[in-house]
């Protein structure tokens, strides 16, 4: 398989891998750290990239023994949740701020939520990211506090029936 061939494969299935965190080193070591890597992004993702200011906010929800993985998000709600999604085991649920380069994305990839979600959420691939602040995420609550619609809207009923544990 040539490398450009295997830049497609590991874009097309970037956002649903499961423990990238875990082979931080090793992606490092094949990916590099300077961006942008094209083959790992579609035209539009590619598009969007290009029209990155050159810092970039970014956010990680994410366990204590995840700071340093590649993957990071410019929407910190969506930051706050991931922790607390179903199947995510944390000991520790961290918001972690950090700000980064354009020319440390490696890609930026869209992450499709469904048609009930009009914001575009967009995941961000570095390993270059510098952590600026790091906030401890106690519970559910959290995620109401900094949610930006009506809190009186977003009930803990509301919240099970998008999946997110009470």
């Given at each position: 398989?040539?490398?450009y061939?295997?830049l497609?494969?590991v ?6 891998a499961?423990?990238?965190?875990l082979h931080t ?16 992004m579609?035209?539009?993702e590619?598009a969007?990239h290009?029209a990155?200011?050159?810092t970039?906010?970014?956010?990680r ?5 995840a ?5 990071w ?7 706050i949740n991931?922790?607390?999604?179903p199947?995510y085991v944390a ?7 950090g700000?980064?380069k354009k020319?440390?994305?490696l890609?930026?990839?869209m992450i ?6 009009s914001?575009?959420?967009v ?7 510098k952590?600026t ?5 106690e ?5 109401i506090?900094?949610s930006?619609y009506?809190?009186?809207l977003i009930?803990p009923a ?7 544990p009470?």
């Amino acid at each position: 398989m040539a490398h450009y061939e295997w830049l497609l494969l590991v874009g097309s299935v970037w956002t649903h891998a499961k423990d990238i965190s875990l082979h931080t080193r090793e992606l490092a070591a094949l990916l590099g750290t300077n961006g942008p890597l094209a083959d790992l992004m579609t035209p539009q993702e590619l598009a969007a990239h290009k029209a990155l200011p050159d810092t970039l906010t970014v956010y990680r929800g994410c366990d204590k023994s995840a700071i340093w993985a590649p993957s990071w998000t410019t929407h910190e709600l969506l930051a706050i949740n991931f922790p607390f999604f179903p199947g995510y085991v944390a000991d520790t649920r961290l918001l972690v701020t950090g700000t980064v380069k354009k020319a440390h994305i490696l890609a930026l990839k869209m992450i499709e939520v469904g048609a009930t979600v009009s914001i575009p959420l967009v995941e961000i691939v570095s390993f270059s990211v510098k952590p600026t602040k790091l906030e401890r995420l106690e519970d559910i609550g959290t995620i109401i506090e900094r949610s930006p619609y009506d809190p009186a809207l977003i009930t803990p009923a509301y919240l099970s029936t998008c999946g997110w544990p009470n």
